[in-house]
Nanobody, 121 residues
């Protein structure tokens, strides 16, 4: 079992930055690929970014490439999402997930509760 708790969301102006964190419990954290999804009001949840268990492989949605960076610290059981040059369309609830990467997409076995990110124009 892996439990995930996100933090770091908030309100930011367009062009600003936020850093999300996802703290995982359980000794098997470093066996899982990790990633982030987001869900905007009235829209389906969408894949944002994933990172392999070693941190050596990352995969980004086209909409965030060059602006978002994922990283992980297996010693701290934590994955991070640095979000720069934020746009109003990045507004969503962001969910952390642990699972496996297939065809550059993360399939989540475990999910966090989500953290709200709001970008004002």
């Amino acid at each position: 079992q892996v439990q995930l708790v996100e933090s770091g969301g908030g309100l930011v102006q367009a062009g600003g930055s936020l850093r999300l964190s996802c703290a995982a419990s359980g000794r098997t954290f470093n066996r899982y690929a990790m990633g982030w999804f987001r869900q905007a009001p009235g829209k389906e949840r969408e894949f944002v970014v994933a990172i392999s268990w070693s941190g050596g492989v990352t995969s980004y949605a086209e909409s965030v490439k060059g602006r978002f960076t994922i990283s992980r610290d297996n010693a701290k059981n934590t994955v991070y999402l640095q979000m720069n040059s934020l746009k109003p369309e990045d507004t969503a609830v962001y969910y952390c997930a642990a699972g496996s990467i297939v065809d550059a997409i993360l399939y989540g076995d475990y999910w966090g509760q989500g953290t709200q990110v709001t970008v004002s124009s």
